[in-house]
């Protein structure tokens, strides 16, 4: 059977366990159609890059899935009827993953190590430092007065 990977994005407004109530409702209907959901992770709330459905949030989960493409096209069939996910996302791999997904590693800053540059970080004027912006020659704007009305 073919291996995917899916991703859903419920509604900000849901709680963590009707997230978990979905996602056994779909592990329950690839079940019946004979497929298989090896592992899943719920990732949580997060922000979304723009609005969904007057969302500005929602919770993710992802489901490595071994199933038929039936039993897939009627998953996904349900979730497009439940006013509670936003969106879904399912994509064919070659092999699923063993270690935890990107979005569940934690990355300290820490761990990146030093990019070359200073560790003191002083002078954030720019690349050449001194504070001043290189295009304008170190020139100000001239100060507008309190009171001053503007001509048009």
């Known amino acids: ?11 900000q407004d849901v709680s963590g366990q009707q997230v978990e109530a979905l996602v056994d409702q779909m592990k ?21 890059t723009y609005r969904i459905r007057k969302n500005r949030k929602a919770h993710y989960a992802l489901l490595n ?34 270690e935890p997904s990107a979005m569940m590693q934690k990355r300290d800053r820490d761990d990146r190590g030093d990019r070359g540059g200073r560790d003191d970080r ?15 020659g170190g020139r100000d704007r001239p100060r507008r007065e309190e009171g001053a009305e503007e001509s048009e």
């Open 28 to 48: 329950s209907v690839l079940t019946e159609n004979g497929g298989t959901v090896g592992r899943v992770e719920f990732w949580g709330l997060k922000s979304l």
């Open 122 to 136: 002083g002078g954030r004027g720019g690349f050449g430092g001194g504070g001043r912006d290189r295009d304008r």
């Open 65 to 98: 899935i071994d199933a038929p493409a039936a039993a897939l096209a009627e998953m996904e069939r349900q979730l497009s009827l439940n006013e509670d996910v936003l969106r879904f996302l399912t994509v064919r791999v070659d092999e699923h993953e063993t």
């Open 1 to 11: 059977m073919p291996l995917y990977e899916h991703v859903v994005l419920a509604r």
